[in-house]
């Protein structure tokens, strides 16, 4: 009896100090140094805006358009090298022009709407297959892809959200040039 319990003190005096005496102590302090630094570069977005891209978005895939709604005043200097005002009152005078605007809007609206539902179908069945699982390996591997179809999902709410944003701006911008109302039903 003395000898076991002997036995037993000893194995719990040299596992507290057994890291020590090989060097396997952990630095807690770079360690979060490192995990700083890994979720700087990871909160940075990778997508980058500029000129030439600025009217679309890719995410998860898949291209998703904007319709860039123009300034009713000119910018400074491109006054004189635009065509006459009256040319181009024209061309917002014509229905197509209106319609072809909301029909692309209401079409990317869609596609998104379809895009959300089937990308909430996978999420579902992910979720089913990781709570089946009961490996933990297993369950790690489907909750990474369960955040990532998440993050797609609300990327394409909130690209959702801007184009219905889009839509009444339209109809705002519509009724501000004097389009009559049974043009854009």
Same mark, same amino acid.
Do not use: H
């Given at each position: 009896?003395?000898?076991?319990?002997?036995f037993?003190?000893?194995?719990? %005096?040299f596992?507290?100090?057994?890291?020590?005496? =090989?060097?396997?102590?952990?630095?807690?302090?770079?360690l979060?140094?490192?995990?700083?630094e890994?979720?700087?570069?990871?909160?940075?977005?990778?997508?980058?805006?500029?000129?030439?891209?600025?009217?679309?978005?890719?995410?998860?895939?898949?291209?998703?358009?904007f319709?860039?709604?123009?300034?009713?005043?000119?910018?400074?200097?491109?006054?004189?090298?635009?065509?006459?005002?009256?040319?181009?009152?024209?061309?917002?005078?014509?229905?197509d022009?209106w319609?072809?605007?909301?029909?692309? =809007?209401?079409?990317?609206?869609?596609? =998104?709407r !379809?895009?959300?539902?089937?990308?909430q179908?996978?999420?579902?069945?992910?979720?089913?297959?990781?709570?089946?699982?009961?490996?933990? !390996?297993e369950q790690?591997?489907i909750r990474?892809?369960?955040a990532?179809?998440?993050?797609?999902?609300?990327?394409?709410?909130?690209?959702?959200s801007q184009?219905e944003?889009q839509?009444?701006? %339209?109809l705002e911008? *519509?009724r501000? *040039?004097?389009?009559?109302?049974?043009?854009l039903?």
């Open positions: 009896m003395r000898i076991a319990a002997l037993l003190a000893l194995c719990l %005096l596992s507290g100090a057994a890291p020590r005496l =090989l060097g396997d102590a952990v630095d807690l302090i770079a979060k140094k490192q995990e700083d890994r979720r700087k570069k990871a909160a940075q977005s990778k997508a980058k805006v500029n000129d030439n891209n600025v009217t679309s978005v890719a995410a998860g895939g898949r291209k998703y358009g319709v860039q709604m123009e300034s009713e005043e000119p910018a400074a200097g491109e006054g004189e090298k635009e065509k006459p005002a009256a040319a181009k009152a024209d061309v917002t005078k014509q229905p022009y319609k072809k605007q909301q029909a692309d =809007l209401e079409q990317r609206i869609a596609t =998104l !379809a895009d959300i539902e089937e990308a179908l996978q999420l579902n069945q992910l979720w089913s297959d990781f709570y089946i699982k009961t490996i933990a !390996a790690e591997s990474a892809q369960i990532q179809l998440t993050n797609q999902i609300e990327q394409k709410k909130l690209f959702l184009s944003t839509v009444e701006e %339209l911008k *519509a501000k *040039a004097g389009v009559p109302p049974g043009w039903r």
